[in-house]
């Protein structure tokens, strides 16, 4: 067997670890957005592999006996194409997706669907926002130039940013409560963008909001074709035939 993992998240890492230790032949696949991405322990190939078809071919070509999505919740693209080419290869697939986090007591939620709406749904009078999202959805926001916007990348901006009034961390996660608790008090947060990412690594933000009340616009997941999922690293080591050696 031959495992493909479509990763670029930190439970994608986690499984590239389990699957080294477990000594299972295994690619794990980059987009390659970050400068820098983590070093992990498996083999690792970096960029897009060029549509549904593309890998379809890659998948043949490199005798992937099974892949695993393991990509961001709202990586749609990397998502569906993974559907389409298992099925044109005949390639079992799994994707390693957490649960979205749900609306809990003191969570002060505007739930929305896209980008463009979550703009709408900032408010008119000057804010100080976090927009905690992937910075290739951010140039929405400019239709609300009169807001601070807090940004937070994992590479420093290569480019001018589209708003007056910015403020980039530059700074990889996972973070934890008391820094984030920290960083929206120093800011004067007063509202934060987000998406239902789900899990506990991206967790930190919605449980700082919470505790300092402010109001989260919450992007809900884009729909993605029906495909099998698991929640956790083991029940995808499970999958994989690898019962015996689970470390996650
Ligand atoms: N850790 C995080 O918080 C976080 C957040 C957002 C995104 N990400 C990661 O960043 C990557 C890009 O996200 P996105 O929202 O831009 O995805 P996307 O819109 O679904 O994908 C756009 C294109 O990028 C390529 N691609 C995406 N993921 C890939 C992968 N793992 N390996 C090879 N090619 C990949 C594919 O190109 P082709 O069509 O040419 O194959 C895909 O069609 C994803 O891998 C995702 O897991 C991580």
Not at 164 to 190: K, Y
């Amino acid at each position: 067997m031959r495992a493909l993992i479509l990763g670029g998240t930190s439970d994608a890492n986690l499984l590239a670890d389990a699957a080294a230790r477990a000594g299972l032949d295994a690619i794990y696949s980059y987009a390659g957005r970050t400068r820098a991405p983590i070093s992990q322990s498996l083999p690792s190939r970096v960029g897009g592999f060029g549509g549904a078809n593309g890998l379809a071919e890659y998948v043949r070509r490199e005798g992937i006996t099974h892949v695993v999505d393991a990509t961001h919740p709202f990586a749609a693209e990397i998502s569906s194409n993974a559907v389409a080419a298992c099925e044109a290869t005949g390639t079992p697939l799994i994707a390693l997706e957490r649960a979205p986090w749900a609306k809990a007591a003191g969570d002060n939620w505007i739930e929305v669907a896209d980008i463009t709406s979550a703009a709408a749904a900032l408010p008119e009078n000057r804010a100080r926002v976090f927009l905690a999202i992937g910075r290739r959805h951010i140039a929405a926001f400019s239709i609300k130039p009169q807001h601070t916007y807090t940004l937070r990348f994992v590479d420093p901006p290569d480019g001018p940013l589209p708003f007056p009034d910015v403020d980039v961390i530059v700074s990889r996660g996972p973070f934890n409560l008391a820094g984030e608790l920290e960083m929206m008090r120093a800011r004067g947060i007063e509202w934060i963008v987000a998406r239902n990412s789900g899990g506990t690594g991206a967790r930190a933000k919605i449980d700082a909001a919470r505790e300092l009340g402010l109001r989260i616009v919450m992007l809900t997941r884009p729909e993605l074709p029906e495909r099998p999922r698991a929640e956790s690293v083991a029940e995808v080591m499970q999958w994989l035939g690898h019962r015996a050696c689970l470390g996650a």
